[in-house]
T-cell receptor
Framework: GAVVSQHPSRVICKSGTSVKIECRSL??????MFWYRQFPKQSLMLMAT?????????EQGVEKDKFLINHASLTLSTLTVTSAHPEDSSFYIC??????????FGPGTRLLVL | SQKIEQNSEALNIQEGKTATLTCNYT??????LQWYRQDPGRGPVFLLL?????KEKRKERLKVTFDTTLKQSLFHITASQPADSATYLC???????????FGGGTRVLVKP
């Protein structure tokens, strides 16, 4: 089946530093990748849609200069949280779509900003 | 505004019984609907997809129905097992490749 990986699975950083999260589709080429954020006991909130070779489309209220997304290849998208602050602490999840309709999700990355 | 509602209260059910979850939506015309399972600290796992022109889909012990008149989907877990305990999310899509909009999820706890 379709497998999506994320790295790292967990990261702790100091306030003001930048953190990069990688999302890879392991056994299929992803035409589109999505980045979500999930706070405790809440559902997933879409942050941005990423297509290979083009700029990401951000959802309303998501700062594009703070959450930098790069989709350099059909199997890799990265999310960089720049100048992270404690309020950015959350569970970040990516998903990917190949030729079909189904979105396959990565295992998530837990970010804790001290 | 568009709304997708799932029962926020946890569903406690005895092992072997059928769990039924609801997903209601308003101001939305989805092309298809998906159900996912999410365990604590993990990403969602895809379970079933049902299109607007389909009434019912089955996969092993899972069954999904889709009523576009009622704007509702029902998700059934038959012969439930403790391993089925998780949060179940419904998500709607307007068209293929477009973004998913998730409901709040319903937590299911199957007791042995």
């Amino acid at each position: 089946g379709a497998v999506v990986s994320q790295h790292p699975s967990r990261v702790i950083c100091k306030s003001g530093t930048s953190v990069k999260i990688e999302c890879r589709s392991l056994d299929f080429q992803a035409t589109t990748m999505f980045w979500y954020r999930q706070f405790p006991k809440q559902s997933l909130m879409l942050m941005a849609t990423s297509n290979e070779g083009s700029k990401a489309t951000y959802e309303q209220g998501v700062e594009k200069d703070k959450f930098l997304i790069n989709h350099a290849s059909l199997t890799l998208s990265t999310l960089t949280v720049t100048s992270a602050h404690p309020e950015d602490s959350s569970f970040y999840i990516c998903s990917a779509i190949g030729l079909g309709e189904t979105q396959y999700f990565g295992p998530g990355t837990r970010l804790l900003v001290l | 505004s568009q709304k997708i509602e799932q029962n926020s209260e946890a569903l406690n059910i005895q092992e072997g019984k059928t769990a039924t979850l609801t997903c209601n939506y308003t101001n939305y015309s989805p092309a298809y609907l998906q159900w996912y399972r999410q365990d604590p600290g993990r990403g969602p796992v895809f379970l079933l997809l049902i299109r607007e022109n389909e009434k019912e889909k089955r996969k092993e012990r899972l069954k999904v129905t889709f009523d576009t008149t009622l704007k509702q989907s029902l998700f059934h877990i038959t012969a439930s097992q403790p391993a089925d305990s998780a949060t179940y999310l419904c998500a709607l899509v307007k068209a293929a490749g477009n973004k998913l909009t998730f409901g709040g999820g319903t937590r299911v706890l199957v007791k042995p």
